[in-house]
Nanobody, 124 residues
Framework: QVQLVESGGGLVQAGGSLKLSCAAS????????MGWFRQAPGKEREFVIG????????GFADSMKGRFTISRDNAKNTVYLQMNSLKPEDTAVYYC?????????????????WGQGTQVTVSS
């Protein structure tokens, strides 16, 4: 049984930082691309960034470039999302997702497994 468990969300002031973690189990971690998505209230879920097993990453809308960094620790079956200089518009539920392969595609339907999400709230 595949499980993806996110952690690290919370309430932070604008300009602050958070580091999200996603621990995976029940799958061969190095065979899967790991992706981060987010969904704000009333909006569709959007791709943030993905990373394959060798560390090649794909993604980032322009609004996130230079502020968010993705990494993974294959020994710990964990992927991370470091978020700096957070803005109120970054407020959303952040989801971790996994898909078998080497390309971090952006479409939600291409991912096989999802975590339950972790809330990130940025106050102004």
């Amino acid at each position: 049984q595949v499980q993806l468990v996110e952690s690290g969300g919370g309430l932070v002031q604008a300009g602050g930082s958070l580091k999200l973690s996603c621990a995976a189990s029940g799958l061969t971690f190095t065979e899967h691309v790991m992706g981060w998505f987010r969904q704000a209230p009333g909006k569709e879920r959007e791709f943030v960034i993905g990373i394959n097993w060798i560390g090649t990453n794909t993604g980032f809308a322009d609004s996130m470039k230079g502020r968010f960094t993705i990494s993974r620790d294959n020994a710990k079956n964990t992927v991370y999302l470091q978020m700096n200089s957070l803005k109120p518009e970054d407020t959303a539920v952040y989801y971790c997702a996994a898909r078998k392969g080497i390309i971090a595609v952006t479409r939600t339907g291409e991912y096989d497994y999802w975590g339950q999400g972790t809330q990130v709230t940025v106050s102004s």
